[in-house]
């Protein structure tokens, strides 16, 4: 089934450490998006990309980074420089422009320990 | 800058009533996507609703309706008939430069609303 498909849905990382979020899609969707969400807020957009080998920075990029090597793959590594990432991160894929929605996946639920 | 605005932090609403959930947004690209999405508990995104800027009708999706009023930039979603599964949290979103530009595809979240449904 077509889809896209977020590793490991909890995460657990130790102050000081950086750690990578899985994304993958086989949708064959050209965009592809990473959100922050912290408890009972919205969703706050940390990169997004339109293209392979193209990223862009959304509102809370420090102390994150990305790569898109493949159409396919969205990795969101959280580093060290980023102060307070314990939340639930989101990815999402879509067509790229026109009425197309961008389908999300299950999250993965970051908790520095 | 926040660029999409969800003023209503919770609601209520009584089983079978209808319910209208604020959103407005700012712009200055002229082509633009507006999106409605539920988050139940579990975390998940669904997709409720899409209005392009340029559409000339409001969109209807069953029970949800978008009423999209242009020149006040705003797009509340309308869900008729509250039935108890629709409590959720629900956001608004927009996606900018669909016709190219330097915010091409830049797809951005309100903070949402809280929706509650009493039996």
């Known amino acids: 089934d077509g889809g896209i498909t977020q590793s490991p849905k909890y995460l657990f990382r130790k102050e000081g450490q950086n750690v990578t979020l899985s994304c993958e899609q086989n949708l064959n969707h050209d965009a592809m998006y990473w959100y922050r969400q912290d408890p009972g807020q919205g969703l706050r957009l940390i990169y997004y990309?339109?293209?392979?080998?193209?990223?862009q920075k959304g509102d809370i990029a420090e102390g994150y980074s990305v790569s898109r090597e493949k159409k396919e793959s969205f990795p969101l590594t959280v580093t060290s420089a980023q102060k307070n990432p314990t939340a639930f991160y989101l990815c999402?894929?879509?067509?790229?422009?026109?009425?197309?929605?961008?389908?999300f996946g299950q999250g993965t639920r970051l908790t520095v320990v | 800058a926040q660029k999409i605005t969800q003023t209503q932090p919770g609601m209520f609403v009584q089983e079978k009533e209808a319910v209208t959930l604020d959103c407005t947004y700012d712009?200055?690209?002229?082509?633009?996507?507006l999106f409605w999405y539920k988050q139940p508990s579990s975390g998940e995104m669904i997709f409720l609703i899409y209005?392009?800027?340029?559409?000339?009708q409001n969109a209807t999706e069953g029970r949800y309706s978008l009423n999209f009023q242009k020149a006040r930039k705003s797009a509340n979603l309308v869900i008729s008939a509250s039935q108890l599964g629709d409590s959720a949290m629900y956001f608004c979103?927009?996606?900018?430069?669909?016709?190219?530009?330097?915010?091409?595809?830049?797809?951005?979240f309100g903070q949402g609303t809280i929706l509650t449904v009493h039996p």
């Open positions: 999402a894929s879509s067509i790229g422009r026109g009425p197309t929605e961008a389908f």
């Open positions: 990309s339109q293209i392979v080998n193209d990223f």
């Open positions: 712009t200055s690209d002229p082509s633009y996507g």
């Open positions: 209005q392009g800027s340029y559409d000339q």
């Open positions: 979103a927009m996606r900018e430069g669909d016709a190219g530009g330097t915010s091409y595809g830049k797809l951005t």
